[in-house]
């Protein structure tokens, strides 16, 4: 048996599968963190206001933004690979590293188009 962790070589797979686990739990925490902030600002306009201008002016709250946009895109592609498979579709070795790979190069690609919508 081979337990050496750093020289096995895990299938695109499993690494769509961990990436979706991990990106719906960043989701859920980031959603817990988006409703707070929703309610204050949406409790005057002055917070709001206050809102808008640290999304605006401050870097690390366009990159906290950048991250969750990030994490909801890979997990909404990851959860319409399982939609796909579910129905009985890609469920072969080859199809499912296919539609793997293609669920993780949308998922970089929306994160590309988030880049461009928030700072651009």
Same mark, same amino acid.
């Given at each position: 048996?081979? *337990?050496?962790?750093?020289?096995?070589?895990?299938?695109?797979?499993?690494?769509?599968?961990?990436?979706?686990?991990? !990106?719906?739990?960043?989701? $859920?925490v980031a959603m817990l963190v988006a409703i707070v902030i929703s309610y204050f600002?949406?409790?005057?306009?002055?917070?709001?206001?206050?809102?808008?201008?640290? *999304?605006?002016?401050?870097?690390?709250?366009?990159?906290?933004? $950048?991250?969750?946009?990030?994490?909801?895109?890979?997990?909404?592609?990851?959860?319409?690979?399982?939609?796909?498979?579910?129905?009985?579709?890609?469920?072969?070795?080859?199809?499912?590293?296919?539609? !793997? *790979?293609?669920?993780?190069?949308?998922?970089?690609? *929306? !994160?590309?188009?988030?880049?461009? =919508?928030? =700072?651009?």
């Open positions: 048996m081979n *337990l050496a962790i750093n020289t096995i070589a895990l299938p695109a797979t499993a690494y769509a599968s961990i990436l979706h686990r991990v !990106s719906g739990v960043i989701v $859920w600002a949406l409790k005057s306009e002055t917070n709001f206001d206050e809102v808008s201008s640290i *999304l605006e002016n401050y870097f690390i709250a366009k990159f906290v933004v $950048w991250g969750f946009l990030t994490a909801l895109g890979y997990y909404c592609m990851g959860t319409i690979k399982h939609i796909i498979q579910d129905f009985g579709y890609c469920e072969e070795l080859k199809s499912g590293k296919v539609i !793997s *790979l293609a669920a993780i190069v949308v998922g970089v690609l *929306l !994160s590309i188009l988030a880049i461009w =919508w928030i =700072w651009l």
